[in-house]
C-alpha cells in the first residue's frame, strides 16, 4: 500500500479489489483493521464490519454527486486553491437540496 500518514488510522475502507492476504497482512503489520468484504471466490470466510462499509458507499455516492459537476470531474482548475472553491460550490449545491425541502 501507499505510505499512510503519520497518525495511523484504526480502520482502512476498501472494496472487494483490495481483498487479498498481502494487502491484508500489510494492514495487520501496521495494526489497522481492515473493512473489506470479502470476494465470492474466497475460501474461507472473512468478518468484516458492515456498518463501516455503508461510511465508505455514503462517501462515495456523496463524492459522485460532486462529480456531476463537470469542473470538478474534469478538474479543469489549475490551483489548489480555485479546484477547491469549486468543491465548496458542489457542495453547497448538494446542500441546498436537503436544507429547502419542504
Known amino acids: 500500500l501507499i505510505d499512510l500518514p503519520e497518525v495511523s488510522p484504526i480502520h482502512l ?3 472487494k479489489a483490495y481483498d487479498s492476504d498481502p494487502i ?3 494492514l495487520k503489520a501496521r ?3 481492515p473493512v473489506i ?3 465470492a471466490n474466497r475460501t474461507r470466510n472473512i468478518r468484516w464490519n458492515k456498518r463501516l462499509y455503508r461510511t465508505r458507499c ?3 455516492c456523496n463524492v459522485g ?3 456531476a459537476n463537470r469542473a470538478i470531474a ?3 482548475d489549475k490551483t489548489a486553491e480555485s479546484f477547491l472553491g469549486m ?3 458542489g457542495a453547497i449545491k448538494i446542500w441546498m437540496k436537503f436544507v429547502h425541502r419542504a
Open 13 to 15: 475502507l476498501g472494496d
Open 24 to 26: 491484508r497482512a500489510d
Open 31 to 33: 495494526g489497522i483493521r
Open 37 to 39: 468484504p470479502p470476494k
Open 58 to 60: 455514503w462517501i462515495e
Open 65 to 67: 454527486h460532486l462529480k
Open 74 to 76: 474534469t478538474r479543469y
Open 87 to 89: 468543491l465548496y460550490l
